[in-house]
C-alpha cells in the first residue's frame, strides 16, 4: 500500500502542497470565479496579478511597484533605513546596511547580506546535504511508484548531474535531460522542500520533540546573527526587554523551480512566536508577497528576494501573511544593486567558525552547481519552535 505525501492534500499553512508547487491553481481559481468557496481575498488577489505566464516568462508588467531593497531609501520612501546596535554590528561582524519596510513594523531586510561565496556553500550543503538523511524531504512522505527506480545510496544531486546536461548547457543557462530512462525516486526534479532540526509531522499537524536531525552550522550561525539583529532592534523600537538569545531549532529548505510559487499563509505553528523567522536566499529571483494578520488586510505588499537576501519576520510581522508569488527566469533583467551593501563574506563568516568546515567543491560541481542555480531559488528559512526554557537557548547566547 503507497503512503501519500500528507502534505498533498492536508492544508499546509492554509494551501495544499499542489497549490505550494504550481501557480496553475492560480488559473484555476480564475477560471472557478469568486465563488464564497474560493473567496479572491487581497492577498489572492495579489497572488493572482503575479503569476507565471508560461507563454511570457519574462514579464515584468505586475512588477512596476515592488520593493526593490538593494536600491536603498532613496528610491523608495516605503523603505526606512536602520541603524544597526552597536551591541549587534560589534560583535556579530554583519556591518550592514538593513532596512526595514513602513508599516510593517519587525520586518527587518538585508540586502545582498550574504557574499557569493556563503551562497554557493549554502546552496551547495543544500543540494548535497541538507535534502539527504538524516533531514526529511517531500520525497519521503510518498512511497516510491511502481514505474520508480529507488536506489538508496545514489545521492540527488549526482544523480540529477548523471542525468542533466549541464556542462554545455551552463553556457546557454538552460538545463536539458540527457536521457529518458527509468524515473528515480529520488530526485532533484521531484524536491520541494526538506526539513531540518525538529521536523514538522504532517499528519499530527504540529512539531515532534522526537523527530529531530541535527541543524548544520552555517544555517544555525547566520539565522542567529540575524535573529539577534531582529531582537535586539524590536526591543529598542518597542521599548521592551525580551531576551535576545535565539535557538536555530528548526529549518525549512524550499525548491523552487521557475514554476514553482507558495501560497499565501502564516507561520502559526512555532511556540516561541516572540522569536523572528529568518529567511535566505539563494539562486534566481522572486517575488515575495508580504500581508498583513489575515489574508483580508491591505496593503500586500510585493518584494523583490535576490541571491545573498535575509529577511527577518520578527516582532509585530512574526504572523503576518507571507507567500512567494513567483521566480524570475534568468532572462529578466533586473536594476544593478547599490554598491554601497556589504555582504557577509567567508573570512568573516570564519570569524563564526564556519569557513574551516566549508565543502571541498570541485570545478565540476561548481559548474553544475552554477547551471542548477540559474534554473532554481532555494529558500532556507529558520525558526525558534519552542521558549528558551525549552529548547536550549544557551548555545545561542553563547554566540554573542
Ligand atoms: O520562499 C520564501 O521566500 C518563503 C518561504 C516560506 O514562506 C515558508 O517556507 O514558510
Known amino acids: 500500500m503507497q503512503k501519500e505525501d500528507p502534505r498533498k492534500h492536508a492544508k499546509f499553512h492554509g494551501i495544499t502542497s499542489q497549490e505550494r508547487v504550481t501557480s496553475d491553481v492560480y ?8 465563488s464564497d468557496r474560493e473567496k479572491v481575498t487581497p492577498f489572492k488577489r495579489a497572488q493572482l ?17 515592488w520593493i526593490d531593497f538593494s536600491q536603498g531609501p532613496t528610491e523608495d520612501n516605503r523603505i526606512i533605513s536602520l541603524d544597526l546596535p552597536d551591541e549587534v554590528a560589534d560583535k556579530h561582524i554583519y556591518k550592514g546596511p538593513i532596512f526595514g519596510l513602513r508599516g510593517f513594523p519587525g520586518l527587518l531586510f538585508a ?37 520508480e527506480e529507488v536506489d538508496e545510496s545514489m545521492k540527488m544531486w549526482e544523480d540529477w548531474k548523471a542525468e542533466t546536461n549541464w556542462q554545455e548547457s551552463s553556457t546557454k543557462k538552460k538545463q ?20 531540518m532540526g525538529y521536523h514538522y509531522d504532517w499528519t499530527e499537524r504540529s512539531y515532534n520533540k522526537d523527530l529531530k536531525s541535527s541543524m548544520p552550522s552555517l544555517v544555525e550561525n547566520i539565522s542567529v546573527l540575524f535573529a ?7 526591543n529598542e523600537a518597542t521599548g521592551a526587554t525580551n531576551a535576545v538569545s535565539y535557538t536555530a531549532s528548526a529549518s525549512i529548505v524550499n525548491f523552487y523551480s521557475t514554476k514553482s510559487n507558495m501560497g499565501g499563509h502564516r507561520d502559526d505553528l512555532e511556540f516561541a512566536m516572540d522569536k523572528p523567522i529568518v529567511s535566505m536566499s539563494v539562486g534566481l529571483p522572486a517575488v515575495f508577497l508580504l500581508g498583513g494578520k489575515t489574508n483580508e488586510e491591505e496593503p500586500v505588499v510585493s518584494i523583490l528576494v535576490r541571491s545573498g537576501d535575509v529577511l527577518c519576520m520578527g516582532g509585530d510581522s512574526r504572523l503576518n501573511y507571507h507567500g512567494m508569488a513567483r521566480v524570475l527566469p534568468f532572462s529578466v533583467q533586473l536594476p544593478e544593486r547599490d554598491s554601497a551593501c556589504c555582504p557577509l563574506d567567508a573570512d568573516r563568516i570564519g570569524l563564526l567558525d564556519v569557513s574551516s568546515n566549508a565543502s571541498d567543491v570541485s570545478r565540476e560541481d561548481e559548474q553544475a552547481l552554477d547551471c542548477f542555480l540559474s534554473n532554481h531559488r532555494i529558500n532556507i528559512n529558520v525558526r525558534q519552535v519552542y521558549h528558551d526554557s525549552e529548547d536550549g537557548a544557551a548555545s545561542s547566547t553563547d554566540a554573542s
Open 176 to 195: 536539458k535531460a540527457l536521457h529518458s530512462g527509468r524515473r528515480k525516486y529520488r530526485s532533484l526534479k521531484k524536491l520541494s522542500w526538506a526539513t
Open 49 to 65: 496579478r503575479h503569476r507565471r505566464q508560461g507563454e511570457n516568462p519574462n514579464r515584468m508588467d505586475d512588477l512596476g511597484d
Open 27 to 34: 488559473m484555476h481559481i480564475m477560471q472557478k470565479g469568486a
Open 111 to 147: 540586502p545582498n547580506a550574504l557574499g557569493e561565496d556563503v551562497q554557493n556553500e549554502l546552496a551547495f550543503q543544500a543540494v548535497t546535504k541538507y535534502c539527504e538523511s538524516p533531514h526529511k524531504t517531500n520525497i519521503d512522505q510518498c512511497a516510491p511508484k511502481a514505474n
Open 228 to 234: 539577534r539583529t531582529s531582537l535586539v532592534m524590536d
